[in-house]
């Protein structure tokens, strides 16, 4: 391998910060998912690429302020919420809720792809979102990368409306299920900030 070949994370590398990617049983789009998060990484901050510890490093919310929870701790933490809920939501209806899961663990690894994209450093080496993030936030990136991988339509969907530019949208049960875990996350970050804030 030359210098100029970027590194090539498959399947096993990107489940070891992710480790929720093993509960995909479709192997195609097990792979297809660790595809997408394999150019988000090398290709993300400006392109120079991340290294899986720098991106162990990225706090989960620029918006928070200055707490503990970090970014990928949160992508973990919003696949096992959506699992933990469609056990529940499956066990506590009698009607029946039609849950995907495999749509719903790819869209829970997937939602935020495009933030390695919406992410830079400035000159102190801390992480904000940079020019192209504020011009393409990070479900529209998302969504492109995952596109180029052929993930299917009801994961993107998952990634386009996860976030507020969802909010005019129906979501799928899968998308609903993933934006509240994803909120719980976040409120909770915003509290914790506040909180810190004060001290
Ligand atoms: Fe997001």
């Given amino acids: 391998m030359t210098t100029t070949q970027r590194t090539n994370y498959g399947v096993n590398e990107i489940a070891q910060l992710f480790p929720s990617l093993m509960k995909i049983n479709d192997k195609s789009l097990r792979e297809r998912v660790a595809a997408v998060w394999n150019e ?6 400006g392109g120079k690429g991340w290294t899986f510890d720098e991106l162990r490093a990225v ?3 620029l918006l928070a302020g200055d707490i503990d929870m970090t970014f990928v701790e949160h992508l973990n933490s919003c696949a096992l919420q959506c699992i933990a809920i469609a056990d529940v939501l499956e066990s506590s209806f009698r009607c029946g809720i ?4 495999d749509i719903l663990i790819a869209g829970a690894l997937l939602a935020d792809v495009g933030k390695p994209l919406e992410f ?3 000159a102190s080496g801390k992480v904000i979102q940079g020019t192209f993030g504020q011009q ?6 998302g969504v492109a990368l995952a596109y180029k991988h052929g993930i299917p339509g009801e994961v993107m969907h998952i990634i386009a409306t996860h976030s507020h530019e ?3 949208m129906e979501r799928s049960i899968e998308s ?3 934006h509240h875990a994803d909120f719980v996350d976040f409120d909770i970050a915003k509290f914790l900030g506040k909180r810190a804030a004060k001290k």
């Fill in 166 to 168: 969802g909010d005019k």
């Fill in 40 to 45: 988000a990484i090398t290709t993300g901050l």
């Fill in 59 to 61: 706090k989960f919310t």
């Fill in 176 to 178: 609903i299920i993933f």
């Fill in 98 to 101: 039609p849950i995907r899961r």
């Fill in 136 to 141: 393409v936030r990070h479900p529209f990136t």
């Fill in 120 to 122: 830079d450093k400035d």
